[in-house]
């Protein structure tokens, strides 16, 4: 168990596991905080990247300004060494330009190349520059031998871009093709004077933005770091990190089995899927390993050890209540009690870790659907039954440093067990960026400036 912040740093070869070494604070004393961060996520049968002598300028938005910048990469899901080169970063200003003033040279333990082991993560130095909030970064690096993403963030929502040969430092990168998804790119820290802080937002696909615009950052927790630049003063120098994953639970990894109706049938394009029915047909899930750890297992590696994270915010359980029995087999099925467990223990780590936690009530999904070759419906008034008893104890057991209703805000009031209409994109569980800026607007900000008593 991770009781402090802490990061990993690649040894001196970076081919060994990497070590856990404190860097809550910089030389100066200044302290460290995330910008921004991507959960991990393994890749989707049939949906493997693959990059050979080629450049990737991945393209993030910020939540927080800062006078010093590092960047973290990951290869925690590969199982060979991943050599990376001639990393910079970069202020983007429009599509793959970078503004050249601002282009920085990140380096690796004073190296222009680093080496992941499997399973590893890597931070690099820090490098002086002024990063704006709200703003788009750039991150590019050359990847000089063949190697499949096996780590990655599937819904980036965002256009970066990959060019042919070692173009890092292009101002304007020869683009060989666009992608939606962040390879190897798990975090961007920031350092400054004033003392930043983060907010770690841990959820499934509702907080990784499925069904708001791509390209226009409009996820609830985008909307949140908005907000809290605007209010000025502390609130300022809270950044908010999205570790949302589609698909993602609480309580259970990625389905490795899916429900007998679904064998021989393609589920939604949403998912990625297996473009091999024959999978399917054994039973084997289409999402292989790419919804994820839960978010019990990936606690220490997407929260505890990020520097800065002084609060969180759960956003999850629905994936537990609606899976069993539509995507997964009905012996998977949860209890709210069972959910309201998974929540208690990280209550108790985070607590310890001294990060205050919030938690969101689980908004409606009746009538939610699953487009394949055929209709999936999941809703049922069993999992309704069991949203309702653990919304009822978010509301009133008092056992978290807050709450925030994101039910009342979305639900319909002539029909509470479904999304308001304008708050739904269509397949009624997903919100519109309406929704999403509607769920961002009832978190209170004084949860993160008020004194705490």
Partial sequence: MLFRPIRFFATLTALLPLSNVPTLFAGDGARWAGTWAAAAQPFMPGTLETYDQQTLRLIV??????????VTLSNVYGEVPLSLANAHVAIRTVGPTIDPSSDRVLRFQGQTTVTLAPHAEVTSD???LEVPALSDLAVSFFVPHKVDATTSH?????????????FSSAVELPVLKTIDTWPFLVGIEISAQTQPSAIAVVGSSTTDGDGSTQDQNRRWPDVLAKRLQQAGGAAAHIGVLNLGIIGNRLLQDSPQTINPKLYGSKVSTYWRPHSDQGAAASGESPFGLGLGESVLKRFDRDVLSRPGIKYLILCIGVND???PGSFTPPDEAVTARSVIQGHRQLIARAHKAGIRVFVTTIAPFENAIYQSDKTL???TPA???IRQEVNHWIRTSKEFDGMIDFDVVLRDPARPTRLLERFDSGDHVHSTDAGYAA????????LFTAPQR
Wanted: proline share 2%; net charge positive; hydrophobic share 50%.
């Fill in 383 to 385: 999992k309704e039954a």
């Fill in 439 to 446: 769920a961002a607007d009832a978190v209170p900000l004084t």
């Fill in 126 to 128: 820090a490098v002086s």
């Fill in 61 to 70: 938005h910020t939540s927080v300004a800062g006078s010093r910048v590092r």
């Fill in 321 to 323: 209540i609606v899976f």
């Fill in 377 to 379: 419906v999941i809703y």
């Fill in 154 to 166: 599937l819904l980036a929502l965002q256009t970066s871009y990959v060019a042919s040969g070692n």
